[in-house]
């Protein structure tokens, strides 16, 4: 079921943003669509919380610092991305940003299996498939800047938020995957996933668009209000869903599909494709495949260190002397100084008298 959640939420994503692409929303539709959404998500994920106070409370988890990250992460991940589409269209943003996600969520469970938090780390083959998906990408979005008319300057801004965009939807990956082994639900998640995002989309448009530097949206109020629910608040229910119960690397390995997708909607709508962006959009799809192909290996960890077994050797009494009792033949037996085991086997000197200890039996002393 995460599975199914998961490819028709990406799927419904990526259609209905393409369809927005093409029709030429500007930023400021961008950041309204975006408010709307987040703020549905998150009146609908608290009336349903609500209504399930029983069973939140029972999970007796705190998670306010990991829900204050995704606030942070969910906020700059899908701001890069609407101004990105807004800027230069979807694909771009969308290939960047489901190229590298996969590549930052690697990098990361590398670093937390170097520092002993993890107990797996990114085999060889994860590696080589989550580069081989950041190169073929990128050839993909440098391939279409001699397909479009909208000039280099915004391809590279949009390139530029396609990689924030990635980058951001690692994050969110991994720490909603911490907030599902914890047993948080879907819809507290919802209910507090989109603070930021609704205080970053909402200030935005309060302050750039009265001022000028913004131009106002074009959409009417309820089309963009439709646009919402179909490209963002269903699709991100069911993709929370599964990112929640399936693997941070994954779930963005599967985010590569969504190029492809996107870019037969353009097509589909009459834009011109170059030979050499569709063949990599078609490599694109069997490389993000490798990475489910490829396993982590388990971090190899060292057995406990065993504690030094000691014995205590007794020495016998001195023998008398030539010439009288010895000054230490009167005394009892007392134990010796406690001897590690690795010096036992050896000829130990004292002032002349050797004390020769074989194997486990009684010292001997001469």
Known sequence: MPWVALIVGNGLHAVITALLGLSMITPADSLLILAIAAAACALLGAVATRRNAASVAGTGVSVTGTLGWLNLWTAVTFVAFFLGVAVYGAVVVFTLGASLAPLAVTAWSGFQASRGDATTRPSAAQWWAVGLLAVLGSSLVAAQADSDSRGIGALLVASVLGVIDGFAAGGVAIVSRGLGSNGISVWQVMAHRYYATVVVAGVTLLIL??????????????????????????????????????????????????????????????????????????????????????????????????????????????????????????????????????????????????????????????
């Not at 106002?216 to 699709?235: D, E, H, K, Q």
């Open 209 to 366: 668009v009265p001022s000028g530097l913004l131009a106002a949206p074009r959409m009417s109020v309820g089309m963009s209000i439709g646009a919402a629910f179909a490209s963002l608040v269903v699709p991100f229910f069911l993709m929370q869903y599964a990112i929640q119960r399936l693997a941070p690397v994954l779930v963005t390995g599967t985010l590569a599909l969504i190029p492809a997708i996107a870019l037969f909607v353009e097509m589909a709508d009459g834009r011109a494709v170059n030979w050499p962006a569709l063949l990599l959009a078609l490599l694109i799809v069997p490389a993000s495949l490798a990475i489910f192909a490829a396993q982590q290996k388990p971090v190899a960890v060292p057995p406990p260190s065993q504690p030094r077994q000691w014995r205590t050797v007794y020495a016998r009494p001195f023998p008398k002397s030539r010439t009288g009792s010895h000054r230490h033949a009167a005394q009892s037996q007392q134990p010796a100084t406690q001897i590690p085991r690795p010096a036992l086997g050896g000829d130990h000197g004292c002032d002349g008298r050797v004390l020769r200890v074989q194997g486990e039996g009684p010292a001997q002393a001469r």
